[in-house]
């Protein structure tokens, strides 16, 4: 919102709309409306740098529906730097990047898309040029590439807090399923190499929710400014968008509950709702919101489509929950496999199936390490 | 003389660095380089065939329906099925909407700050009460100094909206009232897609053999209803809006200025029917600017070369189905991720103007006479790829209309024969994104993913010199082209922008002493 002519009531009505966004009760709004207000008069600047990325993450956001994409734009974010929209490039681009690196000290966020490579020497992925620098180009001498994780060193130290956007920035994703190739590390690796206090949190999708972003953002902006807490699960993820199991709340529970199990796609009657499980859903082992927040502006979401989850928002995604369209192992624990070959198994209810998705965890080749349901800390 | 290095190249998909030679205010020679490199492919070998799709269409967040559309054409291949009029009509439906949320975005979001100046809209002096609350809230932002969206820019004189330069700020304003109205558009776009596809970006909706949502009257009906409001969108407001830009005579010289060399190629995209022979936008090549002599396409002509891209020269002129690709990073003269795909040896413009060249539709044909395009030297520059974009998700957006009432809700979407993996199998994809001509080939032995391979528009577009030392289409666009300023040059990226670049599709290739995986053979 622009400098101070935003009136109280506005900000009520925004605030209304943030708490929407992050699931909290209307209690909240007072106090939002105040940590809004305070965030308006200086909007914290954001840096949205891109490593190994597809540019999912981007689109995804762009995608935003409540906060609308213009909003976002206009109203809620100062996005100083943001490769596929900004007007500038080449030097008038990166200019913006150095300008930032002195300017302002411990007050941007900076968003990282895509994991960073640290192969030989960086080079799989390279932006902007090496000031001072020379290559050699058929037989020109030319500015040197400059690698992200040289971009990262000069732009970690500064920054407020670092956000790692969407799963493969995250965890690696689909670029780490080979890092034998370039090294492809998660940003929260890189980032505790050059500065091990600097806060960062991840965001989980492949590509992650516009309402994932956006909320993690405005946590992590509330957060700085003294207003909230992060409360994250062990991976670093916000437990606001990924605290419950998707086949907890999914649509089409009742129909495992039943087994009834879709088998052949000609057969699935739209009303009918059939379990994507022996289609290889991964429901049962990834924290989402998909179910309840679903996506482009709540038209559809992935079971909706009668497609399996994929788990794209877990940190085993895509290496460990491959192959997608086979069911989960089958593994003797009270739920999952019985519910399948017995059909009509009903009584364990959420809480076994709770517990199987944390064995189920340790099958996939997690040692001790589960992601935090809701509400434990 | 002097080197002009613009990196990044903002404003299109992924990580592109332009260097142009210039002199005497003319750019005389030019390189493109790809700068970064992830490796999909390679981890497919030994997966099951059914995760391709899913995994390849996350080559590209911005194009992952083309590419997941390609790779489950190639499984259907791969596993010989029959693929049911449902599912052929939704894939192109969905597809279609791809078209229409691909090529607004490029225009709106991606080109328009080329053209447009955003500040103008400060000294808008009409009465509409939206553009006027735009105005004030530009205003506010430049109060608060934070108009970082816009500013800084290479600076120009010729901005529609700038002070002495072409326009004036009432239409300025309106096109920035447009690029808003887009966000929203393309936005409706993906949502139309997510009815079928589950999702969007990443979606969930195609599988070998067929699609897994059932048209129902309900979501034919959703479906329809958004369509009907983004054709009227694109009709009234993005087709009028590149024809406006087009009018600007400070950008004359941009319809014949930026011709890639003459050379055009279509796979061909849309099936008609179950096997394809009928295609919506028809396969053809097209060489040295002769356009009304469509030749046709033979992949056995596809070569790639690597003698300025940073693999070893074994790699060198092989046909893609039999490539190689062995990174040398410290390669002498290499300067790309890039391979440089050839047709019988020569450099390929692929996409929509491509696309609209062989297909020649009426209002293609008009804007060409009008602007005497077809008067020699026969040349399509910057603007007619820009207009060529805008007709086509025009026509596509249309013919979408048809094909939603063909769907039948009573006959089936898949063929099981999609489940039945073969013990060794090889299959073909080839299809058309919205930036051009994308192949998928599987090679599965053993029921397991032994080989995957794409090869995707930008290589062909942004793609480096080849061993005989012919400039990649986009190298070519820019010879030419007036750099008055070299510390704002503007008409470079203009140029660029124009062929809608994705990197991250273009570089996505294997490591080949990691995967042990050199060869690629297609029966």
Known sequence: MAGKTVSRRQFLKHAGATAALLGLSEVMIPQIAQALEELASGKPPVIWIQGQNCTGCSISLLNSNYPMVAELVLNDLSIRYHPNVMAAAGYTATDVLDESIKDLKGKYVLVVEGPVPTKEDGEFCTFGLQKGKTKDLMGNKVPADKTIHEWMKELVPPAAAVIAGGNCASFGGIPLANAGVTGATPVSKIVAEIDSEKPVVNIGGCPAHPDWITGTVLEALLFLKGKGKLNLNSHKMSRTFFGQLIHENCERRASFDAGLFLEDWNQDDPDMKLCMFKMGCKGPVTYADCPVRRWNSKVNWCVGASAPCHGCASPDFYKTLSPLYEPLPNVNFPGITPAVDTLGWVAAGATAVGVGAHYLYKQLGHKGEETGEGGEK | ?523
């Open chain 2, 1 to 523: 003389m002097a080197i002009v290095s613009i990196d990044p190249v903002t404003r299109i998909e992924g990580h592109l660095r332009i260097d142009v030679e210039v002199e005497n205010g003319v750019v005389k020679d030019a390189w493109s380089s790809g700068t970064m490199f992830r490796g999909i492919e390679m981890l497919l070998k030994g997966k099951h065939p059914w995760d391709c799709q899913q995994v390849t269409e996350r080559i590209c967040g911005v194009c992952p329906l083309i590419h997941g559309t390609a790779s489950s054409y190639a499984l259907d291949d791969a596993m010989d099925v029959e693929l049911p009029d449902n599912a052929r009509i939704i894939r192109n439906l969905c597809l279609g909407g791809n078209y229409i949320q691909s090529h607004i975005l490029h225009f709106y979001h991606l080109q328009a700050l080329d053209y447009i100046d955003v500040t103008a809209v400060l000294n808008y002096s009409g009465v509409n009460p939206g553009l006027l609350a735009l105005r004030s809230k530009i205003a506010g932002l430049a109060k608060a100094n934070d108009l970082y969206f816009f500013l800084p820019r290479y600076e120009s004189a010729d901005y529609v909206g700038t002070p002495g330069g072409p326009g004036d700020a009432n239409l300025a304003t309106e096109l920035v009232g447009h690029y808003v109205q887009a966000l929203e558009m393309r936005k409706k776009a993906q949502e139309m897609i997510s009815i079928f596809y589950g999702r969007m970006p990443s979606f969930v909706g195609t599988i070998p053999g067929g699609v897994t949502t059932k048209p129902t009257l309900m979501n034919i009906a959703a479906f329809q209803s958004r369509l009907t409001e983004l054709r009227q969108w694109i009709d009234s407001i993005y087709v009028q809006d590149v024809l406006t830009v087009a009018e600007v005579p400070d950008y004359e010289p941009f319809f014949k200025a930026g011709d890639s060399g003459g050379n055009y190629l279509a796979y061909g995209g849309f099936d008609l029917d179950q096997k394809g022979t009928e295609k919506f936008l028809p396969r053809g090549t097209i060489f040295d600017n002769n356009v009304m002599d469509v030749k046709g396409m033979e992949e056995k002509e596809i070569t790639e070369s690597v003698q300025y891209s940073w693999y070893t020269p074994e790699c060198e002129g092989l046909n893609p189905k039999y490539g190689k690709t062995d990174p040398d990073l410290e390669k002498k003269d290499a300067y790309s991720f890039l391979k440089a795909p050839r047709y019988q040896g020569k450099p390929m413009e692929v996409g929509p103007m491509a696309r609209m060249l062989v297909k020649k539709p009426d209002l293609l044909v008009k804007l060409a006479q009008d602007k005497g395009l077809l008067t020699p030297p026969v040349k399509f520059g910057i603007l007619p790829r820009t207009a060529a974009r805008a007709i086509e998700c025009k026509l596509v957006a249309d013919a979408m209309a048809d094909w939603l009432t063909q769907l039948d809700p009573s006959k089936p979407i898949w063929d099981p024969k999609g489940k039945e993996i073969p013990n060794e199998s090889y299959g073909r994809g080839l299809v058309e994104g919205p930036r051009g001509a994308l192949g998928h080939w599987i090679h599965i032995n053993n029921e397991k993913t032994d080989n995957y391979q794409a090869v995707v528009p930008t290589t062909w577009n942004a793609s480096p010199r080849d061993k005989e030392g012919n400039r990649g289409p986009v190298e070519t666009s820019l010879i030419g082209l007036p750099v008055p300023d070299v510390d704002n040059p503007v008409n470079v990226v203009r140029c660029v922008r124009s062929f809608d670049p994705c990197l991250a599709c273009a570089i996505h290739i294997i490591h080949p002493e990691h995967n042990g995986v050199k060869e690629f053979r297609v029966v």
